[in-house]
């Protein structure tokens, strides 16, 4: 499945094919260079679905 990471507002990251959603109150990192070791460490504040003409778009708000 595929969804967004939402920083204040803003697409951070986007994950594709991942086997699950990360539940509220988890910690997510992400990694501006998957070949760097720069990364920031969120927690999963809420998760919001849209549907639209049957597809839907997962959206996770995190925070730092």
């Known amino acids: ?6 920083f204040d ?3 951070i990251a986007t994950v594709q ?3 699950r959603i990360p ?3 988890e910690k997510v990192v992400v990694r501006r260079n ?3 070791i720069d990364s920031d460490s969120y927690t999963v504040d809420s998760i ?3 549907v ?3 597809q839907a778009n997962i959206q996770v708000h995190v925070k730092k």
């Open 9 to 11: 507002g803003d697409a």
């Open 1 to 6: 499945m595929d969804y967004q990471i939402i």
């Open 17 to 19: 094919g991942a086997d």
């Open 48 to 50: 919001i679905t849209f």
């Open 52 to 54: 639209n003409n049957s």
């Open 23 to 25: 539940e509220r109150g």
């Open 34 to 36: 998957p070949t760097l």
